[in-house]
């Protein structure tokens, strides 16, 4: 599977950059050496200016890429959601039953990424990282009404939508598929981030397999408890 997808294009708004950073070798350079640095120092620390001194280019080359660090945010984790979909799709696609394919899908976003997994130039486990401890900042914003509106969160609204057809084809009468998607995908980032830097609100010990089964055990009780048309 994950060579099948390594052949894939993952497809990000063209909206958010300036110009497609896959377009060209420095256009790389910025994602892969942004992403570490990212990681290294977290988001608000992390600029241009220090980005283009570890490439040994010009601020203003950067900025031709990507009009702020935002910008770069967003794409970082829409390609992310786009490189996860990918998975949930192969991993669901010949399971038959809707409570295999959810539980298939849960482990999905739960499983833990080696930091030395990579995509051609991106570090998936670093990106990993990202999407847990920043990628809130994408949204949580004034601009959130506006940035929807230009599709920049299609790609995490596409996964949400995805797991949500699979609730409602295991309780059709379930009125809350949405709802429970998206406290699946948040909290799981939330407990994986707790439990690295707040231990003490989790009871999760960075065991994903822990995790996984919480998450698959809360979803399919509720799911079969609630028949709220």
Not at 133 to 144: D, G, I, N, P
């Amino acid at each position: 599977m994950n060579n099948l997808i390594s052949q894939m294009q993952i497809q990000v708004n063209e909206k958010v950059f300036l110009k497609d950073p896959n377009s060209s070798e420095l256009g790389k350079k910025i994602i892969a050496k942004s992403i570490e640095l990212i990681v290294e120092m977290g988001l608000e620390s992390f600029t241009f200016r220090k980005l283009a001194t570890q490439l040994e280019t010009t601020e203003s080359s950067i900025y031709r890429y990507f009009e702020s660090k935002h910008k770069l945010l967003l794409y970082l984790t829409s390609w992310y959601w786009g490189w996860l979909e990918y998975h949930l799709v192969f991993s669901t696609a010949n399971i038959s039953s809707a409570e295999e394919r959810l539980k298939a899908a849960i482990k999905v976003i739960s499983k833990d990424i080696p930091d030395n997994e990579m995509f051609g130039h991106i570090n998936l486990g670093l990106l990993n990282k990202i999407v847990i401890s920043e990628s809130s900042k994408a949204y949580l914003t004034k601009q959130v009404d506006d940035a929807n509106k230009e599709g920049f969160y299609a790609g995490y609204k596409r996964m949400v939508i995805r797991i949500s057809e699979i609730i409602k084809e295991l309780n059709p009468n379930f009125g809350f598929a949405s709802t429970l998607t998206s406290t699946i995908i948040e909290g799981i980032q939330d407990q994986k981030y707790f439990a690295e830097h707040l231990p003490t609100l989790t009871d999760i010990s960075g065991d994903s397999s822990i995790l996984t089964q919480f998450y698959t055990d809360m979803a399919i009780s509720t799911i079969q408890q609630n028949n709220t048309p």
